[in-house]
């Protein structure tokens, strides 16, 4: 068990439809990651945030956003779904956000089908 | 783009046999680390390496980071079935070093 907590499991939705990916992070850790595993893509980097402000922004489509509370858990948002975005959802977390020192720790992940 | 090449991409041995999973990129990265992933888990941080060159051993796995650190390679020595599981490899990117980049992932099966 990682620390790192992530709701719902599984979700499974329709093309156009819009969801809320949660992750809960380590207790003390202040930057959460998120990730998206395809078979296709591998796991690709989407977007960072440290102590609710955006660090770092990788691969993440204008349709998903996602946000940092004052209590450090995090919400990815992914609107009008496609088919290919079907996929597993990591959330990471670390102490400080900086690489290579700071180890990330995952979560188990949200499995999204999209119908 | 930096990107990273896994190699083999699938691996299926006997227990008790080594093996060399490869982590090839074009690009120079500052660091490299290796993970492991089972079915319906996350990915667990086995090892970083920093410095061109360098060697991590960790009990039966053996992880180098090449001296131009543009490639890396993690040996594993008398697999047993535990080893199972989807390896990866991934690199620091460019994004003043909070963004990993990751490989496409070795997936190995070690049947007894």
């Known amino acids: 068990d990682s620390g790192v907590t992530q709701t719902p499991k599984h979700l499974i939705t329709a093309t156009g439809q819009r969801v809320t990916l949660r992750c809960s992070p380590r207790s003390g850790d202040l930057s959460v990651y998120w990730y998206q595993q395809s078979l296709d893509q591998g796991l690709q980097f989407l977007i960072q945030y440290y102590n609710g402000e955006e660090r770092a922004k990788g691969n993440i489509l204008e349709r998903f956003s996602a946000q940092q509370f004052p209590d450090l858990h995090s919400e990815l948002n992914l609107s009008s779904l496609e088919l290919g975005d079907s996929a597993l959802y990591f959330c990471a977390s670390s102490v400080i956000g900086t690489l290579p020192t700071d180890t990330q720790y995952f979560g188990p992940g949200t499995r999204l089908t999209v119908l | 783009t930096q990107l990273l090449e896994q190699s083999p991409q699938f691996l299926s041995i006997q227990e008790g046999e080594n093996l060399t999973v490869y982590c090839n990129s074009s690009s120079v990265f500052s660091s490299l680390q290796w993970y492991r992933q089972e079915p319906g888990e996350g990915p667990v941080l086995l090892v970083t390496v920093v410095t061109g060159g360098e060697v991590k051993k960790l009990k039966r796995l053996t992880f180098q980071f090449g001296d131009a650190r543009k490639d890396s390679s993690l040996h594993i020595t008398a697999a047993q079935p535990g080893d199972t599981g989807l390896y990866l490899c991934?690199?620091?990117?460019?994004?003043?070093?909070?963004?990993?980049?990751f490989g496409k992932g070795t997936t190995l099966s070690v049947s007894s």
């Open positions: 991934a690199g620091e990117g460019d994004q003043a070093g909070t963004a990993l980049i």
